[in-house]
């Protein structure tokens, strides 16, 4: 297991970028397609995370009114390993929660997402 991929698996801050009205929108735009950036507070990590429709929740999530909270569930594959990213964000602050769930090793002929 990759040391990066070891580290974020502690639960841990992280935070998404709703620093101004474009900010917003543009996380808004990234919600509706399903591919998010979560930034982890402590080691500086942004990763592209993208949505398991499923497994995610916007239904609390309020982005035109920065309300409610938005649960982030989504597979990829992070320096060769194949990760689920878990967590939620609270839309007033752009802060909350989230690890990652190591799923095993990414080898030549695997699928990148499942």
Do not use: W
Not at 12 to 23: C, H, I, M, N, T
Not at 84 to 94: Q, R
């Amino acid at each position: 297991m990759n040391d990066l991929v070891e580290r974020l698996q502690i639960e841990q801050e992280v935070k998404a970028d709703l620093s101004s009205d474009r900010a917003v929108q543009i996380f808004k735009e990234a919600v509706t397609r399903g591919y998010v950036h979560l930034t982890f507070v402590k080691t500086g990590t942004t990763l592209g995370i993208p949505m398991d429709k499923a497994a995610s929740d916007v239904t609390g999530a309020d982005l035109e009114k920065r309300q409610g909270r938005l649960k982030v569930v989504g597979n990829f594959v992070l320096n060769y390993n194949k990760v689920c990213f878990h967590g939620d964000v609270d839309l007033a602050t752009g802060e909350g929660k989230g690890r990652l769930e190591y799923l095993g090793e990414f080898k030549p002929g695997d699928k990148a997402t499942s």
